[in-house]
């Protein structure tokens, strides 16, 4: 794990927007799975603005989800789809053959998870994901106490996740369980690269760098990925020792 540390978030955002672009640019087929939330949506602004001011052709990508809430329907704004539609597919212009994501309405979504690990073992693998890092430390929603084992699962989602999720709904809404890439997804992308920002992220990344590494601290599992980075903006790095 490479630790990078940037002054601001917005100075974060433009470095992840470059490392998505470059990564586009260099392999053009490039499958790119995008985390959702408060975190990376500043990057794929940017993203947005430099495909169009530089008309990079971003046509042959594939992009996938890195989870979304089970049961939460793709017109809700806090669905993870939503996002990422509004945020990066439709200011990209992504054809939907090349957007791959979890039906969080699915009747079998566990045969959902099951379609999803065959979908990226016929795109070659995921070359570029983008995580956040949640409150208790998960990753997706690989929460602590997941097994490194799973390949995309349905998990039952920590309490903390719960209620923190809560800021991304206009109403009150169950949020029982998710559905996400496991570690065994995480582990055989090519490049990770966890993004963390503001004061509020500073004792989970100080957990995430220097606890020892295990499924307590979800987080920490990403120091064993031999090409992965934390890029960390001044204030969720104020507590590293
Ligand atoms: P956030 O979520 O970007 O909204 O802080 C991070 C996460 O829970 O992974």
């Given at each position: 794990m490479t630790l990078r540390l940037f002054e601001t978030h917005e100075a974060l955002s433009l470095a992840v927007a470059n490392e998505i672009l470059q990564r586009i640019q260099r392999k053009p087929t490039s499958v790119i799975c995008l985390a959702t939330g408060d975190t990376p949506l500043r990057a794929y602004q940017?993203?947005?603005e430099q495909v169009a001011k530089n008309?990079?052709?971003?046509?042959?990508?594939?992009?996938v989800a890195l989870d979304e809430w089970a049961g939460v329907p793709p017109s809700n704004p806090g669905s993870c789809r939503h996002f990422l539609t509004q945020h990066v597919f439709t200011p990209l212009a992504i054809k939907a053959s090349h957007i791959h994501l979890f039906d969080a309405l699915a009747a079998d979504i566990r045969r959902e998870c099951a379609a999803m690990n065959d979908t990226l073992k016929s795109l070659g693998g995921i070359d570029l994901m983008i995580v956040g890092?949640?409150?208790?430390?998960h990753v997706g929603f690989n929460e602590p106490g997941v097994p490194e084992s799973n390949y995309a699962?349905?998990?039952?989602?920590?309490?903390?996740t719960q209620s923190v999720g809560q800021k991304y709904f206009?109403?009150?809404m169950k949020l029982s369980q998710g559905i996400t890439m496991g570690w065994q997804n995480i582990f055989e992308a090519r490049t990770v690269i966890l993004m963390a920002n503001g004061q509020k992220k500073a004792d989970i990344m100080k957990r995430a760098v220097e606890e020892p590494i295990s499924n307590a601290c979800?987080?920490?599992?990403?120091?064993k990925h031999a090409d992965s980075y934390f890029f960390v903006d001044a204030l969720a790095a104020s507590k590293l020792a």
């Open positions: 940017l993203l947005a008309n990079v052709d971003v046509s042959q990508a594939h992009f890092i949640g409150m208790n430390g699962h349905v998990i039952d989602l920590d309490e903390i206009s109403q009150p979800p987080a920490t599992l990403l120091r």
